[in-house]
């Protein structure tokens, strides 16, 4: 069970770890940055609007993975191995999750937690069920039980078991358990893509049909 304490410590861990990450990060930062700005036109950045604790809209950090006009050009399926909108540049960070990195700055404003669900779109939030939306209780994550227990290999009901899972059971154990051993996870480079039978009908489930099969957006690595 959550307690009052336990959310206040984990708030100072997220911040204590998160200045911590910044200022290692820095110079990774810089030579991403460069990479991706070598590789392709456009911003270093992507800044998309996702869903946070209680329904809250907020701008999500990610370094940019894809052609710079990939968003202009109509609905599109979550990126998939081999696909020409994805960088060179992209494809190694997605790989890693390096992506997600500038996240850190979420979880410094108090947005984003290190761990929770991943925060959803507001298009799919919009289709949640009520026993879904519990999913909005905590703040959203930058790696979650989720994510370390199969990443986009899970479907999409997989994905809401596993994160009401960590919804019920918020603690220092789970929390520190699940920062450490996504590394492991993320150097596997298991998951990183949404899995389908046909990549241009989307995902077979009829849920994640209206969840995952189209955005004009980036999607989570």
């Known amino acids: 069970m959550r307690s009052k304490t336990q959310l206040i410590l984990k708030r100072l861990i997220d911040i204590l770890l998160g200045f911590i990450g910044l200022v290692l990060l820095t110079v990774p930062f810089a030579i991403i940055a460069l990479a991706i700005k070598l590789n ?18 907020f701008r999500l950090w990610k ?4 052609i710079h006009d990939s968003t202009r ?9 081999g696909d020409p909108r994805i960088t060179r540049t992209g494809y190694i960070l997605r ?26 779109l507001p298009y799919q939030v919009a289709q ?12 959203p994550g930058i790696t979650g039980w989720a994510l370390i227990h199969g990443r986009n290999r ?27 051993r996504t590394p492991w996870v993320l150097l596997r480079s298991e998951g990183v893509y949404i899995e389908c039978k046909d990549p241009l009908a989307g995902p077979t489930n009829n849920d994640e049909s209206k969840l995952l099969g189209s955005s004009n957006a980036e999607e989570d690595a």
């Open 128 to 139: 949640y069920d009520e026993r879904q939306r519990r999913r909005l209780f905590v703040k």
């Open 40 to 57: 392709s036109k456009g911003p270093v950045f992507f800044r998309q609007e996702r869903v946070g604790k209680d329904g809250c809209l």
């Open 154 to 180: 899970l479907t999409w009901k997989e994905k809401i078991d596993l994160d009401l899972w960590y919804v019920d059971h918020v603690s220092l154990r789970v929390y520190i358990n699940i920062l450490w």
């Open 95 to 120: 790989r890693f999750g390096l992506d997600e990195l500038p996240q850190v700055f979420n979880v410094l404003h108090g947005e984003m937690s290190l761990v929770g669900p991943r925060p959803a």
């Open 73 to 81: 050009q109509g609905p599109q399926l979550p990126p998939a191995p």
């Open 63 to 66: 370094f940019r993975t894809l």
